[in-house]
T-cell receptor
């Protein structure tokens, strides 16, 4: 069974600082790795999807890397803004197409 | 595009009552997923469908839970009878397919069973 861990559980940074969010997974035979954002009381919004054959994906200020051999993915958010405050979840997809989610990292960007 | 639509957004019911949650996926999407989110257990996949057919229901916690997808534009998740431990936020998500496809989540239904 795939286990996904996100550390730290919470993070507070001043505006403008770069954010680094970590995700680890136990089974390296993943199909893809996805990062989501969740605002309080809302659903999840997909940020980036990295296929198993890829090493990274970029979208604007967001960059996510994937290292299957070490079972790790990292989400980088450059020049953080107060609007980036949210909970960020990573999810690993196994060959049965099921997503296993981490517990998330709650980010607060202080103005 | 309207996105994934879920109803009701909030539901408060008493233990023993039947609860039905509804989901309309994004038009054209072939896969639909039901998740449950709690503080204790995080986000868990309950069941998913592909082309209206249930593929994996191993995440359904008990026989009290059932899900159907009678057509490509509608799915229900039913709990009967409901119990206080079923209190959670239930999300529906849809995607174009199963492989390497982004899942789009609905706003969720917040269920409270008293």
């Amino acid at each position: 069974k795939q286990e996904v861990t996100q550390i730290p559980a919470a993070l507070s940074v001043p505006e403008g600082e770069n954010l680094v969010l970590n995700c680890s997974f136990t089974d390296s035979a993943i199909y893809n790795l996805q990062w989501f954002r969740q605002d309080p009381g809302k659903g999840l919004t997909s940020l980036l999807l990295i296929q198993s054959s890829q090493r990274e994906q970029t979208s604007g200020r967001l960059n996510a890397s994937l290292d299957k051999s070490s079972g790790r993915s990292t989400l980088y958010i450059a020049a953080s803004q107060p609007g980036d405050s949210a909970t960020y979840l990573c999810a690993a997809s196994s060959n049965d197409y099921k997503l296993s989610f981490g517990a998330g990292t709650t980010v607060t960007v202080r103005a | 595009d309207a996105g994934v639509i879920q109803s009701p957004r909030h539901e408060v019911t008493e233990m023993g009552q039947e609860v039905t949650l509804r989901c309309k996926p994004i038009s054209g999407h072939n896969s639909l997923f039901w998740y449950r989110q709690t503080m204790m257990r995080g986000l868990e996949l309950l069941i998913y469908f592909n082309n209206n057919v249930p593929i994996d229901d191993s995440g359904m916690p008990e026989d009290r839970f059932s899900a159907k997808m009678p057509n490509a534009s509608f799915s229900t998740l039913k709990i009967q009878p409901s119990e206080p431990r079923d209190s959670a936020v239930y999300f529906c998500a849809s995607s174009w397919g199963l492989a390497d496809e982004t899942q789009y989540f609905g706003p969720g239904t917040r269920l409270l069973v008293l």
